[in-house]
């Protein structure tokens, strides 16, 4: 068991874990939220440290680069890749080969643009009205939709892929823990507020159910460009919701 929390570290993050990756990857899919808990505490941390300085833009930076940094931009590069195959690609076909290509077009990168440019707002609206549970829990619960997606969708990419073990093992049992230990993280976040949870993870679910549905019909399925996207735009959509409801 404890090699899918291996497994999940060395996906989610540059962590040089020690020991050895789960027989099956979707075994890892149970680690997903805890992970998330990691990256998000120190996203977190972050932003403590830049506001003890007096400075809210500098510790809304630190989060948002903490977070790339610990990731190694791996989600970060799945969005500018979703955008330029989604935008670019007039078909199923090519969508899939521009998303392949390892370069960034216009469309990733005016993508990557607004999604820093968002998440650095909304990070200081969230540290202005001192709300720091949202911060982390959109870090869980992008996991968890990673989960979802997984889950609930084909893999769209014909042959192989690095997100087709992770899919084709994903079932129900992954879903739920995902779901419940998502649910209550944040609730432990939100210091047991029952609504404050309930906004932050209707907000997830609505993020990852829009981007399946446009995956479904895009590609037909999901590939590990959507799995990272759907991370990205999870935590964004939770990081405003957060600071359009909380601190009034």
């Not at 999940?8 to 040089?16: D, F, G, M, Y």
């Not at 080969?97 to 990557?112: E, H, Q, T, W, Y």
Request: charged share 15%.
């Amino acid at each position: 068991m404890l090699a899918g929390l291996v497994t999940a570290l060395r996906t989610l993050t540059i962590l040089p874990v020690p020991g050895r990756d789960a027989e099956r990857f979707s075994s890892s899919l149970y680690w997903f939220t805890f992970t998330g808990l990691l990256i998000g505490l120190v996203e977190t941390g972050l932003a403590m440290l830049g506001m003890a300085a007096g400075w809210p833009e500098l510790a809304a930076f630190l989060a948002v680069a903490g977070g790339v940094l610990l990731t190694g931009g791996l989600h970060a590069d799945g969005l500018a890749d979703l955008a330029d195959g989604f935008f670019g690609g007039r078909t199923r076909e090519s969508s899939l080969r521009i998303m392949k290509d390892p370069n960034v077009g216009s469309f990733g990168a005016i993508a990557l643009v607004l999604l820093f440019l968002f998440k650095w707002i909304a990070l200081q609206r969230l540290l202005h009205i001192g709300s720091y549970g949202p911060i982390a829990s959109g870090v869980v619960l992008a996991r968890m939709a990673q989960v979802v997606l997984a889950e609930r969708l084909p893999y769209a990419r014909p042959g192989s892929g690095t997100a087709k073990a992770f899919v084709d093992g994903a079932g129900l049992t992954h879903l739920l823990t995902a779901a419940v230990s998502a649910s209550l993280l944040v609730l432990l976040l939100m210091r047991f507020d029952p609504l404050d949870t309930l906004i932050l993870v209707v907000a997830a679910l609505g993020s990852a159910g829009a981007l399946g549905l446009l995956a479904m019909k895009k590609i037909g399925g999901v590939t590990g460009d959507v799995l990272g996207a759907v991370s990205e735009m999870t935590e964004l959509f939770v990081w405003v919701s957060g600071a359009l409801f909380f601190g009034r």
